[in-house]
Each structure stands twice: as structure tokens, then as C-alpha cells.
């Protein structure tokens, strides 16, 4: 089983929907890490959280850290918003990151 | 702007040859890293350095080598071992320090078999 499973696989919704891409594990963590991966393969941070909740724009992050879980929210989702979604977490006995498969999102206009 | 340049986009390999993946760094980032991805699986940690002549193996280092010479640079090669190279490869980069911070990624080079 793997450390950090992300829920779903693939995603396709329609433009204005609310998104939610969830993110389990099973490791004890120091923080946990939302990242998007363009099409053309780049990856960008969204949101390093260890806590709570973090809001920037249209996305919101969300972690438990009792439950083990993070959920990574899209509001009124649109076409540029479609990208694999990476969740990867810092577990509290190293520093390397251990890297969910990615939730491939699809927004149609 | 800072920031992480590979080099090339893309990349062939023939059987039996070695092949050097570029990455660059401006953003004075102390630890580099390499990761492999293959299609509906995470990133796999191939090497990693956290200062300069110095680097340490990942989870699947076998048929891949580094070096460190500068604190900028940190290339990747894939060896004629690596039975298995077709895959896409990331460089990062980010600050090492007893807190976590996150990594700085480049776009990647595709590698692919002739």
C-alpha cells in the first residue's frame, strides 16, 4: 500500500464546479504539500500547510492532521484550472518527501 | 527571474549510450534533487545533494550518476545500466534548513529510447 493516496485518479467536471481532490496518508507528518503539474510537465507549489487551512485565489487547502488526511478545494473551476494535482508529504523522519500518484483533472468549458 | 532551467525538453538515447540531463539553478538553493515519473505513479527520488561535493543516493539510483562542482549546477546522467530510462525527469531545488521548505521544480526533459 502506499504511503500517500490521493483520491480520485481522474477527474472531469464541468466549468463552475466546485472541485475536491482528496489526499490520504499514513505516516506522521511534519507538513504536507499540494502541487500542480502543467501539461507540458512543469510543477508549481500551491500550498505547503501543516495545519488548518490556507486560501489563495480560487483554491483552498484544507489538512487533518489527526485523521491523516488533506483535501485540496477548487472554486467556480475553469478550463485553465485542468492539471495533475500532487500531493506530497514531509514525514516527520526525514526530509525527502514521499509523492502521491497525482489526481489528473479535467475542466470542460 | 530565479529559477530552474533543464536542458534539453526532450531527449533520445541509443542502446548502450550514456546520456547527461542539464539542471541550473539561480535562486541560491542549497539542496538540488532529481526525480524520475512514469506514467499514474508518484515522483521517485533518484539523487539528491544538500551542498556542494556532496550527494546522496535516492530510492532508485541504480544505472544513474551525479556530480556537484558548483552550487548551481547539479547534472544528472543516465547510464547504459539503466535498462529502463524512458521516463520524465524533474530537477528541484529549495532551501536546506531545519524546517521544511518547499521545492522549486524546472520543466522537466523527456527521455525517450531510439
Known amino acids: 500500500k502506499n504511503e500517500v493516496e490521493q483520491s480520485p485518479q481522474n477527474l472531469t467536471a464541468q466549468e463552475g464546479e466546485f472541485i475536491t481532490i482528496n489526499c490520504s496518508y499514513s505516516?506522521?507528518?511534519?507538513?504536507l504539500h499540494w502541487l500542480q503539474q502543467h501539461p507540458g510537465g512543469g510543477i508549481v507549489s500551491l500550498f505547503m500547510?501543516?495545519?488548518?487551512?490556507k486560501k489563495h485565489g480560487r483554491l483552498i487547502a484544507t489538512i487533518n492532521i489527526q485523521e491523516k488526511h488533506s483535501s485540496l478545494h477548487i472554486t467556480a473551476s475553469h478550463p485553465r484550472d485542468s492539471a495533475v494535482y500532487i500531493c506530497a508529504v514531509f514525514p516527520d523522519s526525514n526530509y525527502q518527501l514521499i509523492w502521491g500518484a497525482g489526481t489528473k483533472l479535467i475542466i470542460k468549458p | 527571474d530565479g529559477g530552474i532551467t533543464q536542458s534539453p525538453k526532450y531527449l533520445f538515447r541509443k542502446e548502450g549510450q550514456n546520456v547527461t540531463l542539464s539542471c541550473e539553478q539561480n535562486?541560491?538553493?542549497?539542496?538540488m534533487y532529481w526525480y524520475r515519473q512514469d506514467p499514474g505513479q508518484g515522483l521517485r527520488l533518484i539523487y539528491y545533494s544538500q551542498i556542494v561535493n556532496d550527494f546522496q543516493k535516492g530510492d532508485i539510483a541504480e544505472g544513474y550518476s551525479v556530480s556537484r562542482e558548483k552550487k548551481e549546477s547539479f547534472p544528472l546522467t543516465v547510464t547504459s545500466a539503466q535498462k529502463n530510462p524512458t521516463a520524465f525527469y524533474l530537477c528541484a531545488s529549495n532551501i536546506w534548513d531545519a524546517s521544511n521548505q518547499p521545492q522549486h521544480f524546472g520543466d522537466g526533459t523527456r527521455l525517450s529510447i531510439l
Open positions: 535562486l541560491n538553493h542549497d539542496a
Open positions: 505516516v506522521g507528518i511534519s507538513a
Open positions: 500547510l501543516s495545519s488548518g487551512k
